[in-house]
């Protein structure tokens, strides 16, 4: 069956400080990847996804790369804002078969940003 | 426009007694996912419907869990005879037909409390 892990948190870190949110997926077929982000008291947003081996998503300054070789898709990002204290989850979604192609997600990384 | 919306935002009930949870997907979203979010077991994913077709039930922890879509739009997940591990954040999304590349949009969630 399909799976994510990522990094175990919680992640600590001051403003401006870089960011790797480590994530790796076991998958039976060829999924789409995606980073969801849970801010304070909201509802999960998407942050960037990638359909595509060697694709890149980005937004808000958060980038991950779908790496097909070492089966991973590490959040970064080069400047982290207090903003960004949050819960990120790594996701996975199948492409390639009739099923309910629902998300598989990771458990969660917490990252606080500390002034 | 309007997001996906849930309610009741919160709920606490006592082992035992039967709960409804109600979702409204976005309009024209004919995708609608529920998932679980609890501690230790993260997020996972409990039903989906697509259209007219027969749900994709696999997700359901056990028989006391039922959901149901009526006209294609709101959805209720019935948990009956609650025990205490019931107890996490329902969350509720909604997509366009379920392409890898479609969104899922997420609701903020019902939080269930098992006394």
């Known amino acids: 069956g399909n799976s994510v892990t990522q990094m175990e948190g919680p992640v600590t870190l001051s403003e401006e400080a870089f960011l790797t949110i480590n994530c790796t997926y076991t998958a039976t077929g060829y999924p789409s990847l995606f980073w969801y982000v849970q801010y304070p008291g909201e509802g999960l947003q998407l942050l960037l996804k990638a359909t595509k081996a060697d694709d890149k998503g980005s937004n808000k300054g958060f980038e991950a790369t779908y790496r097909k070789e070492t089966t991973s898709f590490h959040l970064e990002k080069g400047s982290v804002q207090v903003s960004d204290s949050a819960v990120y989850f790594c996701a996975l979604r199948e492409i390639s078969s009739g099923s309910a192609r629902q998300l598989t997600f990771g458990s969660g990384t917490q990252l606080t940003v500390l002034p | 426009g309007a997001g996906v919306s849930q309610s009741p935002s919160n709920k606490v009930t006592e082992k035992g007694k039967d709960v409804e949870l109600r979702c409204d997907p976005i309009s024209g979203h004919t995708a609608l996912y529920w998932y679980r979010q609890s501690l230790g077991q993260g997020l996972e994913f409990l039903i989906y419907?697509?259209?007219?077709?027969?749900?994709?039930k696999s997700g359901l922890p056990s028989d006391r869990f039922s959901a149901e879509r009526t006209g294609g739009s709101v959805s209720t997940l019935t948990i009956q005879r609650t025990q205490q591990e019931d107890s996490a954040v329902y969350l509720c999304a909604s997509s366009l037909p379920s392409g890898a590349i479609n969104e899922q949009f997420f609701g903020p969630g019902t939080r269930l409390t098992v006394l």
């Open positions: 419907f697509q259209g007219n077709s027969a749900p994709d």
